[in-house]
Every structure is written in C-alpha cells, then in structure tokens.
C-alpha cells in the first residue's frame, strides 16, 4: 500500500524533515474530505487532530452574539489547520468549517504525541515548526488589530 | 514611451513651471467603494495630451480647498485623461469626491519615479498592494498585462479592510479570469457569507506561485503593511535589491523645493515615491525621520 510519505515531504511544514521522522509522522496520517458548510472543529470540542489542506478553503471562525459567525482568518491549499492537539487542554479555540469542498491530510495528535514520547528529537522538530508557524499567525493577528487600512488622521 | 524608472523625465502636463496648475475638468467620474472614487481629468486648454509612467502622481488642486498628491491609477503611456483613484479621507480629498462632470480642479504633474516595469522584464512580476495601494500599482499592472509576453509569471496579492473596501472589483474579477495571471484578494475581517480569504495580505506570499530567485516586487500599501510584506518576500528568496516600494509623505511642492516630504537625505516627491527597497529600508527604520 502506499503510504503518505512521498506526499507529507513535499508539503512546507515538513520540508527538509528526516526520512525517519517523515515514517514516523506518516505513521499517523491518513486522507480526508470534507464537503462545503462541514464543521471539522467545534470551539470547546477536543482538539485531538490538526490537518494539511490539500485542496480547498476551511474558515475559522468564533461566534459573537448579535453579530453572527466571525470570520478571524482562512486556511488554504498546504496551509496547517489546527495546533490545539499540541497543547494542553486540547481542545478547539474556534470553529472550523470547510467553505469549499476540501481535501486534506489529517495527522492524528495523539498519535504524534505518543512518538514524541518516545522520539524526543521528533517532538523537538515538530514543535519548532509549530512555533513558527504559531509566531506567523500571531504576526498576522498583530497585523489586522492595527487595523492597517482604516482612517487614522 | 520609454520606461525606464530610474529618471522619469520632467514634468511635462503643466507646462514649463512645475508649480503653476493647469485647469483640468471632470470628464467621468466613478464610486469605486464606499470611500473611494475615480476621475477622469482632461485639459480644459484642448486635446493635447501627456505622457506618464506606471507609478507617477500628480498635483490636484481642489479650489478653495487645498492640493493634494494622487497616484495616477490609468493604463500607462501617452493619455489625453488623467485618471485618478482617490479615498476620501480629508478635507480636499472630501471636496474632490463632490466634484460632478464638468467641474475644473488645477493638476500640476506628472512627477516623480516609477516602477521598473522594463528592469522587470524577463523575470516573474509580483505586485503586493494593500487599500488604496492598488490604485498607484494598477498602472504597473496594465503595462505588465499589455506586453505579457516580456514577463514571467504576473502575480497579484491584493488585502482589503473588509470586503467592501476592495477596490477595482469587477476588474480584479476580470483579471482573475486570465489565464496568464494569478490574482489573490484577502481581507482584514468579514462579515457573515463572505466565502474569499480572511488574513493579512502578507500570509498571501508564502502560498503565492512564482520563482523567488528571478522575481520583481512591487509592493504599495501603508508602510507597516510593506515592511511586513518585504519581510515575507525575503523569506520566500526575493532579494530586497529586487523589491520596490512606493512611499508616501506629506509632499507639497512635488518638485523638492520645500522639503516637507524630506525622509534623510532624500525628497519622496522627486526621488520618490517608488524606492528599491534595500535603499531605503534604513531610513524607515530611524524615528526621527
């Protein structure tokens, strides 16, 4: 059978990864699909997966009431959805839908976290990879509350 | 017209004083959003036209209320109209969204450098505009479009307040249609049932198809917007000798006689406004400038 090996080391979060990390990864990784308007995470529901979108458009969001569902920002094709498997408590911060019919890679956290147990060079890897990445979103969260473009005269 | 950016030429629309306005009246005007519009302008002193690079602003002089510097925001090239794509946001830029056809405002230009459209050549093109920043880009991206043949790949990334504020719609959605050039639009914040892309313009870069190591950039957008945008350019391999960036200050005369829009030991209205972003990222980063 083949594995997601081949396909994880292409994508930017594994990049330059070792061989024997990528196997261990893949070890937890499997396909998924997702049609228009399907929640894949509800705010408060446990956060045990994250996942790689490979095609298609996923929102996330937080409901304020009187004001509907908030948009905060949209994952698209080989972005990374999720980092709330990472740590404690585990669970969702916001909703997640998918806005188009999405395909992804979903990597099971528990999973992953069991092999960091035992592989704390993976563990290591990873969670400097889930740093930048959670650094990059911070920027940009940082980015849209200076409200940029509106009137500051 | 020659394009080269790195003399523009002088001014040549007023005439031989550079401070003196010629009358120009309003021959079409068009909401564009909620707070932007564009004008049309033609001489009122006949059908004599002028010439401008992708990049270059004029001088417009509401009467009464004050001159302001505008990006020219139409195709590139000899015109017989000056097109502008202003925000209203202060008192002259107010008075000029009032203006109806047939009303005259001064217009003193076209001033200052431009985009290296003709350096760019044989390299894949990125443009990276955020608000109104796509108005002084659009000129760049019309020349681009119209000698496809001379560029690699046409990249723009386009981030917006909301959806509502993004400007030129209908013709980014024209230009989305293209096969020969990829378009991305983001926005700030969205209201329900908006099914396009939340984030700041900058997380566009990293997903965006082009080669980074034989790329041009052109990025116009508010300033913390392009430091961050270079900043992500530089991560993805595009070398900041090859990044452009059009600065905005509080210009004047436009023809660096009175030093209002000095930044350092250059004057943004007549070096400027469009800058190689290597050589002049260390004055943006002192204060006291």
Redesign the interface.
Known sequence: MQTLEPILAQL?LFQGMKPEHLKLIAGCASNARFDAGQFIGKQGEPADKFWIVRQG?V?LEIHAPGR???????V????VLGWSWLLPPHQWHFDAYA??ATRAIALDGKCLRGKFASDHELGYELMSRFSQLIV?RL??TN??L??????H? | MATTTEDPGPPDAAGADPMRPAPFRVARRVVETHDAFTLWLESVNGPGGFSFQPGQFNMLYAFGAGEVPVSMSGPPGAVKQAVHTIRA??PVTQTLRRLKRGDVVGLRGPFGSAWPVSLAEGSDVVLVA???GLAPLRPALYHLLAHRERYGRVVLLF???TPR?ILFAREIETWRGRFDADVEV?V?????G???????V??LV??AHFDPHNTVAFVC??E??MT?TVRALAHRGVVPARTWVSLERNMKCAVGFCGHCQLGPTFICKDGPVYRWDRVAPLLGVREL
Do not use: K, S
């Open positions: 930017p458009r929102a509907g569902a908030l948009t905060i920002m949209t698209a094709e080989n972005e806005l188009t990059q920027e940009a980015l849209q200076l409200d940029l473009y509106g009137d005269d | 946001v202060g955020g608000g109104i981030g917006a307040r504020d983001v700030d914040r969205a209201a329900p908006w099914h396009g892309l939340v984030g700041v900058t997380t990293p997903r957008g508010p913390i917007m961050f």
